[in-house]
């Protein structure tokens, strides 16, 4: 059986539901929620702020330090046990060099901006949801940004290029499944996360960044008018469930 | 936001309690606005987040299979686990638990087990050999004060919530709940009382938890049998001090009862 209608009745470019909202944790500096169909994420900038250990300081300009953590309730399947491991580490390595590049730190030399993402829920599609959400924290604390990162995953399940899989997709078993998360930085027109995994021509890859663009303008969108949501209900409730 | 902590700084604090004033307004005994939501996340097996004021907790609970200990071969066994995430609090780092967030599970812990809230033998599967093991995770969001009392309660309405997942063939398919909850016994619920000078006062805000004196938590059923107990802080306390202190955790007990 091929796959030729998306299970959730989605259209091929189609993203799930896509709810945005700045400003949630008080304490921190700017924060944010994202949730794209199953998957939440929560976003917290602290910073700028002195950074230890001394070493990791950079006299030119201040250093972005994003840390990707799934609460332990948070996955498909088992406990996802609580603390960084290998996975952790490497989203959060690829969601700096995701950010980095529209952000503008040369005013802050020796200081870190700390970005704390955090998943309650998860359904593929996770280190994206990260990306959104830490940009909209980012930009509502206040730093100087040239754009927003938008992020959605894209890929083929079978023979479908397709735009935002969700697990069940991404769990396919009876065709070829690729997984291509990307970010995308729409006043540059460009990318900046790529990752894959599965099998894919160049030629669908290339289908597939052109529909995930698209999808990321839109978010995009979705991104701004959380912050303009924010400053036009700036005591609004902290409420985002 | 930072908050300097002097002696000046404390001595108000004191000053304005012995007058009933509290920066935000509230009496001494007056928690802040209460809200308890479930079913917060779909991954989990039950779950809630409660706002107590600007603190926010989110308490999950994942069953798994695992086998018995072996001085408990008929029973179940459960695990509570908090995570003072550093997206909470610019003072919380990322890493292994601090003593502060031990502490904070193992209280929370002792309030769910001492008062049998959860019957660990319905928890077995087959004796000695496999049983249900109920981990809990209690991960802030947002730490404005009184994180105890907030998980504590966010513990219980998670609990609550909780549904078995399809268990068959051996295999567990999380994606199928089944209507079977996890039976609560009892409802205990946690209350933290506060001694700041020679007052006593619940549900602190930041300024007040880092200028305290005493602290002593008790954990209550609905019949007001006490189940766990944990005194913390720099001074002592009386047995006065203790009875009374009791009095105001029952009293505010029977009131947070009411949002699970």
Partial sequence: MTYEKRHDQRRPEETRVIEAKAGVIPNADGSAY?????????????????????????????????????????GMGDR?????NRRSKEISMVTEKAILPVIDLSDYPNAVVDVFIEL???????????????????????????DLVSAVSVGKVDKMIVVDLDYEEEAYDDGPVADVPIAYISATDEISLLQMDGEITKEELMKGIEMGKKACLKINEIQKKALKDRFNNPNGDHNEQ | MVITMNNEFKNHIIQALDMNVRSDGRKLDEFREISVTTDVSKTAEGSAIVKVGDTVVIAGVKLDIGAPFPDRPDEGAIMVNVELLPLSNPDFEPGPPSIEAIELARVVDRGIRESRAIDVKKLAIKKGEKCWLAQIDICTINDAGSLLDASALATIAALKNTRFPAYENEEIDYKNKTDKTLELEKIPVSVT?????????????????????????????????LCALQKGGELPLTTDDISRMIDIASEKAAEIRKYI
């Fill in chain 1, 34 to 74: 994202f949730k794209i169909g199953n998957t939440v994420a929560y976003a917290a900038v602290y910073g700028p702020r002195d950074l230890h250990p001394k070493f990791m300081q950079d006299p030119s300009k201040g250093v972005l330090r994003c840390n990707y953590n799934m609460m332990p309730f948070s």
């Fill in chain 1, 80 to 84: 996802v046990r609580p603390g960084a």
């Fill in chain 1, 120 to 146: 309650p829920q998860t359904d593929a599609g996770s280190r994206c949801a990260g990306i959104c959400a830490a940009s909209i924290a980012l930009a509502d604390a206040g730093l100087s940004m040239k």
């Fill in chain 2, 193 to 225: 009382v506060f001694k700041i000078g020679k007052n006593y006062l619940v549900d602190p805000l930041k300024e007040e938890e880092k200028n305290y004196d005493a602290r002593l938590t008790v954990a209550l059923t609905e019949d007001n049998t």
